[in-house]
């Protein structure tokens, strides 16, 4: 029974084992000779690649001019940098050594190219301050090797399938080239070392890891090597891959490591603040770490209350509970005297009078215009009543002058009642002709009757409408 429990048991370790690496295969999709046949015809960057190169650098160094993360992309999407760096790792992977220089002769030119156009727009652009996008890329961490890398992971897989899955592979490389040396052009303009060096190892770094990913996957799919490598000669180059890859971590991971005790310091003082300064009595504005001083301290300013000193004694013992003992603590105090705070009030005073004075100026104006609208109204309705009768006789008379006429109505039409007068109103006569009078009858007897209409009204135009 035991024995029969434990072959099913295997059995069903079997069956999950293979549906898994089932799952995750991606040999069975590659195309091995449409993939060294793509990398070997790669030519030097000319013609619409180059084009599409210099405008894509371009739009990334006005992105990282402007902070514009937005325009960064659309410069990414367009970058013809692609089959080198692809063919540089691949090439390592099936020890072709012509693709090897081949592509490490493209990648030359790209970076040549790269460089001089972003050279050329930092020196004529009026911008040319530091930015946030620019200081990403003057200090890579250790986290930006994993993007690298598993961008790298991505290109190769896409890049070897008969049917490609990534609809823009190349913004990934892009992204890790392109940003870095247009950086590096920048430093070099400004003459600021941090921002040259910083740039040119985030560029090596990005670089050597995403060819390794490369070359990785190239191995793992058995791309056919061009010729064999001992196996002395194979454990040496793995072993200088692992030391180089070790040696360009360190910097980065030196660089993370500081990157996340400056955002712990930063959250240290931050609640700091909230728990032991902000209160009714005082209240910090802004606060700044002066590091740079053989004794670094933070700056804390403050306005409200004059702090005392037995307050800031308290205070520079509370600093040491956040673990800021490196840190003096050093309170700046804004003081606003009586005299200020009146006049301070005298003028949010004066704001707030004559902002009232203009509502209830605003408002006056449209109480006046209403009225004037009521005022027209009722002029308007005083006429009719009275001229009802002079109406009726009208109606009467044109019954008889006009017998082709069974009904008429009538009204008076102004543009802006506001500004209604005797002379804009416009006498409206609606007239119902009997059935059996004819079309060209009933235009003549509308205009006849709207010329009658003027001598009876005493105006300039009566408008006759008819069905």
């Known amino acids: 029974m035991k024995q029969t429990l434990k072959y099913v048991w295997y059995d069903i370790y079997r069956s999950i084992k293979s549906s898994l690496l089932e799952l995750i295969s991606i040999n069975s999709d590659t195309d091995f000779e449409g993939t060294i046949n793509s990398l070997n015809n790669v030519s030097s960057i000319r013609g619409a690649e180059l084009w599409f190169l210099v405008c894509s650098v371009i739009l990334i160094s006005v992105g990282l001019d402007e902070n514009s993360s937005a325009i960064i992309i659309a410069g990414l999407l367009i970058s013809p940098i692609l089959k080198p760096i692809i063919g540089f790792g691949v090439g390592f992977g099936i020890t072709e050594r012509d693709m090897i220089f081949s592509s490490l002769k493209n990648l030359a030119v790209i970076i040549f190219i790269i ?20 200081s990403l890329r003057a200090k890579p961490i250790l986290l930006d090797v994993l993007v690298a890398f598993f961008g790298g992971i991505a290109i190769m897989i896409n890049f070897s399938r008969t049917q490609k899955l990534i609809a823009f592979p190349r913004v990934i490389i892009a992204f890790m080239i392109i940003p870095p040396i247009c950086t590096s052009a920048y430093g070099f303009v400004h003459a600021d070392p941090k921002f040259y060096f910083g740039a040119i190892y985030s560029f090596v770094l990005n670089l050597f890891f995403i060819s390794l990913a490369i070359y990785l996957i190239s191995r793992y799919l058995n791309f056919p090597s061009h010729y064999f490598i001992d196996t002395q000669r194979k454990k040496k180059f793995q072993r200088s891959i692992i030391a180089v890859a070790f ?3 360190l910097p980065s991971s030196y660089i993370l490591y500081d990157v996340v005790m400056e955002a712990k310091i930063e959250n240290s003082i931050r609640k700091y603040i909230e728990k032991y300064i902000t209160n009714n009595k005082y209240e910090a504005i802004r606060w700044e770490i002066e590091d740079e001083q053989e004794e670094p301290f933070v700056k804390i300013f403050v306005v409200g209350n004059i702090v005392d000193t ?29 005299s200020e705070k009146l006049e301070l009030k005298r003028e949010l005073a004066g704001e707030v009078e004559l902002s009232v004075l203009r509502q209830l100026q605003s408002a006056q104006h449209e109480k006046k215009q209403s009225r004037e609208k009521i005022d027209s109204l009722q002029q308007v309705m005083k006429e009719l009543y009275l001229n009802k009768s002079l109406l009726e006789e009208i109606k009467n008379e044109t019954y008889i002058v006009f017998p082709e006429i069974d009904n008429i109505r009538f009204g008076l039409l102004g543009s802006d009642v506001t500004d209604t007068t005797d002379k804009d109103l416009l006498s409206i006569a609606y007239i119902d002709f009997k059935k059996s009078t004819n079309r060209n009858n009933r235009i003549k007897i509308a205009d006849k009757l709207s010329n009658y209409l003027q001598l009876k009204f005493k105006r300039d135009t009566v408008k006759v409408l008819y069905n």
């Open 310 to 338: 037995n307050k800031i004694n308290q205070l520079e013992n509370d600093f040491n509970k956040y673990y800021l003992h490196k840190y003096k603590l050093k309170i700046i105090q804004i003081h606003v005297t009586e």
């Open 115 to 134: 460089f001089s156009v972003s050279l050329l727009y930092f020196l004529v652009s009026p911008l040319g301050h530091n930015t946030n996008e620019l």
């Open 247 to 249: 040696l360009l971590i």
